[in-house]
């Protein structure tokens, strides 16, 4: 079985994923960035080698989608042309890191990030594939809500505090200590025989070490980022998170940076003015922050139907404060969490799950799209 067939990892560059419409290669920007000439390269690479579609994923990384067998290795060499490529599957897993993209010139982010990408390399640690770190230092905390498992942050004072997600609070260590601390994180989680996620480990009984322990409460969270201008530069959001080479290529221009985010969104570094691009979204409040879609069917093989479709009819009709999940199957790829209303495609139709995940049971099952297009009321609880 080739390394594309394996179901329930995550894909990378070297090691990519089989979908619906061709290899998923997924690129992971060190530092969580892109330089202009990376960014107008990646769109490039896509256009030639893919089908010109780029996802923005969850964990700030962007897939080239529709590569095929052929055009893999092509891929690779440009990839490694524009400095975004791993030496090896293992340095390529073990890099999950999400770094905060409000960072400032001449503070730490960046060098934090970069000493744990090569402490990361170096090291020998065989962890979860989904296993990964967060370095969101700055004076509020704006990665609390994603998925990460040791977080480097701050206290309230601005001192360093290394936190394992799902303990409240942290340990302070001094600016050297941060990095080899992260690591000692993870190497207890391993040894300990932690096999999913670090929260999920403390809540089943895994208790710290006292080396570990710590009583630094960590800093305040920001509220959620929204499309804007910020000191650091546009913050604008990808429909649905996927958007055509072309898009990719304009925010290349002018010669502005990318920071990759979490959230389905990127910022372009040092610009005061909002993009304007295919499938952008730049307003703080347009409808369809409120959905989460994945690629759906036909672009991946596992779904039972078209999601983003259906997700756009119904972004209007969601309420303010409500969020909307669109999974093609019941795997949640494009988000493993809670939503006030979650549609799983099926066979027989949509599922409706409420307060809930992919994984929890629906309150009703066979749904019609059209109906529900017709009807949106009946994800409230209207009929």
Known sequence: MSAASVKGWCPGALRPMQSGDGLVVR?????????????????????????????????????????????????????????????????????????????????ETQALAAELEEALADSMLELPTKFGFAVDDGKSRVLAGNSAD????????????????????????????AVN???????????????????????????????????AEPATIMAAARPGLYPQGALVGIAFGQMPHTTLNQLSGCGHA??????????????RTMPSASGLI?????????????SGAPRCREAHADTRGLAAALAPNIG???????????????????????????????????????????????LDRDDIVRNPSILMGGH
């Not at 992971?28 to 960035?33: D, I, K, L, V």
């Not at 609070?169 to 001094?174: D, E, F, I, Y």
């Not at 990318?258 to 610009?271: A, F, H, Q, Y």
């Not at 307003?283 to 879609?293: C, F, G, Q, S």
């Open 27 to 107: 690129v992971r920007p060190f530092g969580g960035r892109l330089d202009a000439d990376q960014t107008a390269g990646l769109a490039h690479l896509a256009e030639r080698h893919g089908n010109g579609l780029i996802d923005v994923t969850s964990r700030a990384n962007l897939q080239i989608r529709g590569v095929s067998e052929t055009s893999h290795r092509p891929l690779l060499d440009g990839l490694a042309q524009l400095n975004l490529l791993d030496p090896d599957t293992g340095t390529e897993s073990r890099r999950n890191i999400l770094v905060t993209p409000f960072w400032r010139d001449g503070d």
């Open 181 to 215: 601390t992260a690591l000692a994180f993870a190497s207890w989680f391993a040894a300990s025989g932690g096999r999913a996620r670090m929260a999920t480990h403390l809540a089943a009984g895994a208790k710290l070490p006292e080396a570990l322990h710590g009583e």
């Open 320 to 366: 303010g404060a409500e969020r909307l999940h669109v999974s093609g199957c019941a795997k949640g790829c494009a988000h493993s969490g809670a939503a006030a209303i979650t549609l799983v495609a099926t066979p027989a139709g949509f599922d409706l799950v409420r307060g809930g995940s992919t994984r929890d049971a629906p309150i009703l099952r066979g």
């Open 258 to 271: 990318l920071r990759m985010t979490p959230w389905r969104m990127v910022l372009s570094e040092g610009k």
């Open 282 to 294: 730049t307003e703080a409040y347009d409808p369809a922050l409120r959905v989460i879609a994945c």
């Open 150 to 177: 040791v977080r480097i942050e701050r206290d309230a004072a601005g001192g360093l505090v290394v936190r394992a997600d799902g303990a409240r609070l942290g340990r302070n260590v001094a600016r050297g200590e």
